[in-house]
């Protein structure tokens, strides 16, 4: 049985005054069920790319990975990645 949903996300991004592109992850430990995960990861992602585009920035790769947690721990058969063209 799952007891929750942890959503990590990686995100790539690139300014005017860089040469090379940055990346980074969030966690966040408790997302109570899958469609919250891809809805969480829909707007977290849209969030990050209006937050970088403030700053000058522009994201360059974005995904989320929903990690289903079990009393055993990770549930690999139930856990799922989420993907985004970024335009």
């Not at 040469?19 to 829909?42: I, W």
Request: net charge negative; aromatic share 10%; hydrophobic share 40%.
């Amino acid at each position: 049985m799952i007891i929750k949903f942890m959503m990590l996300s990686t995100f790539c991004f690139i300014t005017p005054e860089m040469d090379m592109e940055k990346c980074g992850q969030t966690l966040h430990n408790y997302v109570p069920d899958a469609p919250q995960c891809r809805s969480f990861a829909r707007s977290y992602g849209r969030d990050i790319k209006a937050s970088l585009a403030d700053k000058g920035a522009s994201m360059t790769h974005y995904r989320a990975q929903c990690l289903a947690i079990t009393n055993q721990g990770l549930d690999i058969d139930e856990t799922f990645e989420i993907s985004y063209n970024i335009l």
